[in-house]
């Protein structure tokens, strides 16, 4: 299954990118082998992930969301804190 994520790098930034296997991709990020971006901003933390149906839509919403502005970054990563933050309530 794809999903379209979100990093925040260790100064502060946000990377944007697609995978099919989520634990997979963060590793090798914070092992300086992911995206050239973020190996010089170690470690990434994962703040934002959403599934896609497909690759091309991974890939699609990975460039919607890397055009948004960093407070439309901050208000979706928010927004998916606060849904995680709902869901753990009704375990």
């Known amino acids: 299954m794809p ?3 979100m990093l925040q790098c260790a100064d502060g930034s946000f990377y944007t ?11 090798v990020h914070n092992e300086g082998k992911g995206a050239r ?6 470690p ?3 703040v934002y992930w959403e599934t896609q149906p497909g690759r091309s839509e991974a890939q699609r ?3 919607f969301i890397r ?10 990563i928010r927004s ?4 995680i ?5 009704l375990l």
């Open 44 to 46: 990434v933390q994962l």
């Open 80 to 83: 998916f804190k606060l849904g």
């Open 17 to 27: 990118g697609w995978t099919t296997d989520l634990e997979a991709r963060l590793k």
């Open 61 to 63: 919403r990975e460039a």
């Open 3 to 5: 999903f379209t994520y």
């Open 67 to 76: 055009k948004l502005k960093r407070e439309q970054k901050e208000q979706l």
């Open 85 to 89: 933050a709902k869901n753990r309530l």
């Open 37 to 42: 971006y973020t190996r010089s901003r170690l």
